[in-house]
């Protein structure tokens, strides 16, 4: 961000905060203000994202793209229902191994 394109800008904020704040700014050879930008910058690219993710997830939803929640249920109570089969870390030839011993 351009310098001459910045605003001032006030708020309130706790003691622990500030403390916080100051000390990162500190480890970061960095200002209170550049530290204070960059975590603005991201909580907005954060929150504009999650908004379009919820709308493309209504509009899904709205076009038939989506399941109930009793074909959600039915498909995890399968998942469970499955023989677990080999999931040993090292397959079923170290199991057969340990056995022998």
């Known amino acids: 961000m351009a ?16 403390r916080q704040l100051d000390a990162l700014a500190e480890k970061m050879d960095r200002s209170r203000g550049w530290v204070i930008n960059e ?3 991201y909580y907005l690219d954060l929150r504009r994202w999650q908004i379009e993710e919820i709308k493309k997830g209504i509009a899904d939803s709205e076009a038939g ?7 959600v249920r039915e498909h995890f109570a399968k ?10 870390l090292f397959g079923s030839r170290f199991a ?3 056995t022998d011993s």
């Open 3 to 18: 310098a001459d394109n910045q605003q001032p800008v006030s708020f309130r904020t706790d003691e622990q905060t500030l």
């Open 79 to 88: 998942k469970r229902l499955e023989p677990p089969g080999d999931r040993s």
């Open 39 to 41: 975590a603005l910058e």
């Open 96 to 98: 057969a191994s340990r």
């Open 65 to 71: 793209r989506s399941f109930s929640e009793e074909q």
